[in-house]
């Protein structure tokens, strides 16, 4: 199987982690038809031996005979060889024609990627340059889901060598694909494409912001820890004001029209999700517990960016007035509260139950929000997806 010429632009962003091997399935199927083809006619001629051997001890009689059929009978005797050898020419002839299988299905599945992957680059580049991290995103997530399914299908051929070797009991390591070899192949096509393009400038600024507060420095450093790439650019993400995708450890900002304090508070809410990587999973959750668990890392994020804003507020002496969904509904709950026991002649709130209230006010507000946003259909949607989503991380970042 060769890839089509139109593709092969593209195939060069993925060939070092996809490499299709040389196309040789015609000749690997003969060589496999040909064991199995040994393997009957030494099965039998097995038979035929077996049958004459057998009138021979038991039409004679005496100590050559009865030597002839012990050294016939035993384990390393030349009957138990020759059905050993019939046995093992046709697993291995069986156990190469399911590599071969293999080895198309992995190309097919190459090409597959592949055609998804160029089709979705040209609707990016229609898109004009603001869509150059999600281009970035769609050739990452299409490197991944092919170095997961490679490591299966190499995962498989591994097992079938293994099986056919054991149950043959015959020397088969030419079995071993030559795909599997390792591919050297430079990727320096894909830093051309400059989808790593970043504002120097807004990153500097934002990180003299998050440098001012606890919670801010802590995201740094955690990023900075973890490997995680940061850029900022213009209109990149479509309209949202941040994304981290996880499937190559990016976070993206989108400064179009954003200040650095606001840039920040998106740094700190990504973050959250980093720190969440893989979490929660679909796979493993049912579709209500999934959906809430993904809103509740969403809200999460929100109340630590609004964490991360109070104490910058705090630094620079300003009064801020908790400007956020979150802080609106924390200081409305516990005035409220508070305006109910002045009214039965009860002490404020403490400082824990100001707290509990507040942030308890707080959070449904958020929840509120991110259903009001699509976020509890998108999340259902994913759910309904998820055992397609390695493909569809090609085609659609997962934001």
Do not use: C
Not at 359 to 365: I, K, L, Q, S, T
Request: aromatic share 8%; proline share 4%.
């Amino acid at each position: 199987m060769e890839l089509p010429p139109h593709l092969a632009g593209v195939y060069d962003l993925v060939k070092d982690v996809a490499p299709l091997g040389l196309p040789d399935e015609e000749e690997r199927m003969k060589a496999a038809r040909s064991w199995v083809d040994l393997g009957l006619e030494l099965r039998r001629s097995s038979g035929e031996v077996e049958a004459a051997a057998r009138h021979a001890w038991t039409a004679n009689k005496g100590g050559d005979v009865t030597a002839f059929q012990a050294h016939w009978e035993d384990e390393n005797g030349l009957g138990r060889r020759l059905e050993e050898g019939s046995r093992g020419a046709l697993l291995t002839g069986l156990g190469t024609m399911a590599i071969v299988i293999l080895r198309v299905m992995w190309k097919a599945y190459v090409v597959y990627v592949v055609a998804i992957l160029a089709a979705s680059l040209l609707a990016a580049l229609a898109a004009g340059p603001a869509s150059t991290v999600i281009r970035y995103a769609r050739v990452m997530g299409a490197r991944r889901t092919l170095a997961q399914m490679r490591k299966k299908f190499r995962e498989q051929v591994e097992l079938v060598v293994r099986d056919t070797l054991h149950r043959a009991g015959v020397i088969g390591y030419w079995l071993i694909p030559a795909y599997t070899a390792p591919v050297i192949t430079s990727v320096s096509s894909l830093w051309d494409l400059d989808l790593m393009r970043s504002d120097k400038e807004a990153q500097r600024l934002t990180e003299e912001v998050l440098r001012e507060t606890p919670a801010g420095r802590a995201a740094l450093a955690w990023a900075k820890d973890h490997g995680i790439t940061v850029i900022y650019q213009d209109d990149s993400l479509l309209g949202a004001d941040g994304a981290y995708m996880d499937e190559v450890d990016v976070l993206a900002l989108d400064v179009a029209g954003r200040t650095p304090e606001e840039l920040a508070e998106a740094f700190v809410h990504e973050v959250n999700h980093a720190r969440n990587e893989g979490k929660p999973n679909p796979l493993t959750m049912g579709r209500e517990e999934y959906i809430k668990a993904a809103i509740e890392e969403e809200v999460d994020g929100e109340v630590k960016a609004h964490e991360m804003r109070v104490q910058l507020a705090a630094a620079r002496g300003e009064s801020w007035g908790w400007e956020s969904s979150y802080g609106y509904a924390y200081q409305a709950a516990v005035e409220q509260e508070n305006e109910r026991r002045r009214e039965q002649d009860l002490p404020p709130l403490t400082a824990d139950a100001t707290r509990r209230i507040g942030d308890e006010a707080g959070r449904e507000a958020l929840r509120e929000w991110a259903r009001s946003a699509g976020y509890e259909q998108e999340f259902e949607r994913r759910w309904d997806l998820r055992f397609l989503q390695p493909v569809l991380d090609v085609a659609a970042p997962d934001w």
